[in-house]
């Protein structure tokens, strides 16, 4: 049935429990109509999966939502096999308003796309976008984390050239927010606990990369502001202390953004943004319609190969999230055997 490309097993990663995973056979996803299966070439790990990795309980699901990879069976007229695609991680029902402009972030119905740590995943035709020429698989399989995203965050937070940024957590999305920031022309002064990171960060080109624990960042950010504070303030470390350091150090009437949750933070808007006049904005993912702009950026101005430092074969995803887990890594990214 599958003819000589796709096997009917393939091999997948799954979450076992604290920390483990396991490769499993398991059989390839089954075609319907409007989908297309795609052979993995990259999956990225991202700072999501790590709970799941963490988690006591095993974890029934193929995750991985940063794939790229080719069709090698097509039951839609829009994909033949052969191409190269991108799967867009949020699919959502096409046809409320907010789906027909592209921003399936807000659809009531919006689910993950999910499936690239195993060898092959079925997805619908909607969620693929052809992936340009010039770009790598490995750029495609990151593009919605580390280059969709962060544009997406920056042209909200209205970036302007020239303006000063504080980047707060510099693992793989504060990078490419580093990076993305720079494409706008920004001075960007990161903060990192992890001496690995910090370098990266300076090596991508931010003019500073304070660590938190040897310096008092909001004292530092001031003087290398001119005591205003920096115009923009994004958080990408996600915890409850890094969001309000980003809210406080901001400079008044500033934009400060957040890409990275948790479900601990409760905050006095008053003291915070109400009499400082902040705009805070929450950003989780990029308009599909405007993956072509996106990727016109990406091509004048990032160099995702930067962001990549480590790459692992599915068969070692243990040592790849082991690796990633310690933080002493950019981004991650899982290719085929
Ligand atoms: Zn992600
Ligand atoms: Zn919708």
Same mark, same amino acid.
């Given at each position: ?143 919605? !984390? ?156 990032? !160099? ?34």
């Amino acid at each position: 049935m599958w003819g000589a490309i796709a096997e009917s097993i393939m091999k997948a990663a799954f979450f076992a429990g604290n920390g483990t995973l396991e490769i499993r056979d398991v059989p390839t996803p089954e075609l319907r109509d409007g989908h297309v299966l795609v052979r993995i070439e990259s999956a990225a790990l991202c700072g999501s999966d790590l709970r799941l990795y963490r988690a006591k309980q095993a974890h029934p699901s193929i995750e991985g939502h940063e794939n790229a990879g080719v069709v090698v069976e097509s039951r839609s007229a829009r994909w033949q096999p052969g191409q190269r695609v991108l799967v867009y991680a949020l699919s959502g029902c096409l046809r409320c308003e907010a789906c027909r402009a592209g921003n399936r972030m807000y659809c009531p119905d919006a689910r993950s796309v999910i499936g690239g740590f195993g060898e092959y995943v079925a997805v619908g035709e909607s969620d693929c976008l052809a992936v340009p020429e010039w770009m790598s698989s490995e750029t495609a399989a990151i593009f919605g !984390d580390c280059i969709g995203l962060p544009h997406h965050t920056l042209r909200r937070l209205s970036a302007q050239a020239g303006q000063a940024a504080l980047i707060v957590g510099l693992g793989p999305v504060g990078l490419s927010m580093t990076m993305a920031a720079l494409g706008f022309g920004l001075n960007v002064i990161g903060v990192e606990p992890n001496a690995f990171r910090r370098q990266l960060a300076l090596r991508v080109g931010a003019r500073h990369a304070l660590d938190p624990g040897a310096v008092d960042i909001d004292d530092t950010v001031r003087r290398l502001t001119n005591r205003r504070g920096p115009d923009i303030a994004i958080d990408c470390a996600g915890k409850p202390a890094t969001q309000i350091a980003c809210m406080r150090v901001c400079r008044k009437g500033g934009h400060v953004g957040f890409v990275a949750g948790n479900t601990e933070l409760t905050l006095n808007p008053n003291e915070l943004f109400l009499a400082r006049e902040l705009w805070v904005v929450g950003n989780w993912y990029y308009n599909i319609s405007d993956f072509s702009a996106i990727a016109e950026f990406a091509r004048r101005h990032l !160099d995702p190969a930067l962001l990549v430092t480590h790459r692992f074969p599915l068969s070692r995803a243990q040592e790849a999230f082991d690796l990633f887990a310690s933080g002493d890594s950019g981004k991650v990214v899982l290719g085929a055997d």
